[in-house]
Nanobody
């Protein structure tokens, strides 16, 4: 079982940047695909970006060109760099691990392990 811990959230003005980290422990995530999701109040959890075990990435259209997902297998950590933040990006951000490491899947049920989330607040 892998434990995931997100960090790096906080309050930022619109147009600002944050870098979220997801540190894994318990086992290596190098063979897992990893995803970042977010959930705003009253809304369903939504997929934001994913990265395969080989480093291929996918970002949803709403964050494409603003967010960048990456991974450092030596540190057992996944990141998401978030630039040009907008008020609509405010949410709790979660990272998740998918043992099917060769593809990026966007549905919540595909992921085996989840972190506790980190809050991102964007002021206008």
């Amino acid at each position: 079982q892998v434990q995931l811990v997100e960090s790096g959230g906080g309050l930022v003005q619109a147009g600002g940047s944050l870098r979220l980290s997801c540190a894994a422990s318990g086992r290596s995530i190098s063979t897992s695909a990893m995803g970042w999701f977010r959930q705003a109040p009253g809304k369903e959890r939504e997929f934001v970006a994913g990265i395969t075990r080989c480093g291929s990435t996918y970002h949803v259209e709403s964050v494409k060109d603003r967010f960048i997902i990456s991974r450092d297998n030596a540190k057992n950590t996944v990141y998401i760099q978030m630039n040009s933040l907008k008020p609509e990006d405010a949410a709790i951000y979660y990272c998740a691990a998918d043992r099917s490491g060769n593809s990026i899947r966007s549905h919540v049920a595909a992921y085996d392990n989840w972190g506790q989330g980190t809050q991102v607040t964007v002021s206008s």
